[in-house]
Structure formats: structure tokens, C-alpha cells
């Protein structure tokens, strides 16, 4: 149980309400509906607009403690994300993919994972390294149109390539490549 879910256990107890009752209180007709929204946003922060003032003003919960569990729960996330990520080029693609369920269908349609060790060579040896990749994968597979890639090379960058894989801009912050993956 993360700190957000158990800020909402300690103040549910506190008011008497049992998780049914909780989110009858939340507006909810369905309480197995409900519930699902309720644990989906304390495990995620997944919800619908509007959830997260909703539990806060239902529950009474003090600012500063609502957001400190909610910036742990965050930061927990980002921690996780950090460990898994792995390099990957994705394409620029030129429209979105129709239908948009070929995304899940076809691995490597719009984009592959590059080895971890490209991050450690000097910077225009992994620039060049990663045109060759990106070539190579082009000439040999069937790619969705693009018009050029970006490289995800850690965590806090992002190489962008234009369409004949000249490097034209570098992003040095959280970029998620699961955030942009279609982005066209």
C-alpha cells in the first residue's frame, strides 16, 4: 500500500466510512465501478477530472499532506519507470497509424529498442552508431511512413532526427517515449 492509499484508508476510518460508503460519497451509483476508480486512482493517479479535488474535499484531507502522498506515489513511479527503461529509436511518423490497434499488432512498426551500451561511446560515435541502426532496421523491415526519428537515449534525453538522419534538435529533461509514441 503506497502512501496515497493509505492517506485514504487513515481518513476514511476517521470519518466511518467503509470503501462502499466512500464512494457512494464520491457520487458513485455503482459501487464496484467506483471502487475500481477509487483503487485505480490510489495505486496510478489514474482517475477522471475532477476525481482528485472530489476524494480530497469528500475526505477533508489537509493540502500538504494530499500532495505529499500524491508526489511520493509520483516520484515511486518515476523511480520505477527509470529502472525500466530501456534506449529506443521511434519513428516520426507521418499520420497516425489507421486502425490505430496496429500500434499493439506489429512490434517494431514505429520504432526498436537499441542496445544500452550506445549510451557510454563519445557523442558522435553513438550519433553515427544510431544512423546505422536506424538504416539498417529501415532497409531490412517494413516501417510505418515517417519522416525522420528520435532516440531516447536515457531517461533525461532525447535526439531528434530529421528525414535524412541529420540530428536537428537535443532534449535534455524527462522525455517518455510511451508519452510520445504516436506523436506525430
Known amino acids: 500500500m503506497n502512501e496515497l492509499e493509505r492517506l485514504i484508508k487513515q481518513r476514511s476510518n476517521a470519518l466511518g466510512f467503509t470503501r462502499s460508503q466512500l464512494v457512494t ?42 500532495h505529499a502522498a500524491i508526489t511520493a506515489v509520483e516520484t515511486k513511479q518515476t523511480m520505477e519507470w527509470r529502472e525500466q527503461f530501456r ?14 490497434f496496429l ?33 539498417a532496421y529501415v532497409d531490412s523491415k517494413s516501417v510505418y511512413p515517417h519522416c525522420g526519428f528520435s532516440y531516447y537515449r536515457n531517461c533525461g534525453q532525447c535526439w531528434e532526427f530529421d528525414e535524412h538522419a541529420q540530428l536537428v534538435s537535443e532534449t535534455n529533461e524527462d522525455a517518455h517515449p510511451a508519452q510520445a509514441w504516436l506523436r506525430v
Open 87 to 100: 534506449p529506443k529509436i521511434q519513428f516520426t511518423l507521418l499520420q497516425r497509424p489507421s486502425p490505430l
Open 103 to 135: 500500434v499493439g499488432l506489429v512490434p517494431g512498426l514505429f520504432g526498436f529498442s537499441v542496445p544500452v551500451e550506445l549510451s557510454a561511446m563519445a557523442k558522435q560515435g553513438e550519433i553515427e552508431k544510431v544512423v546505422d541502426l536506424y538504416q
Open 25 to 66: 460519497q464520491l457520487g458513485y451509483k455503482s459501487i464496484s465501478g467506483g471502487l475500481r476508480k477509487l483503487d485505480t486512482f490510489g495505486a496510478t493517479l489514474k482517475a477522471p477530472a475532477g476525481f482528485e479535488l472530489l476524494v480530497q474535499q469528500t475526505l477533508d484531507i489537509p493540502d500538504v499532506d494530499y
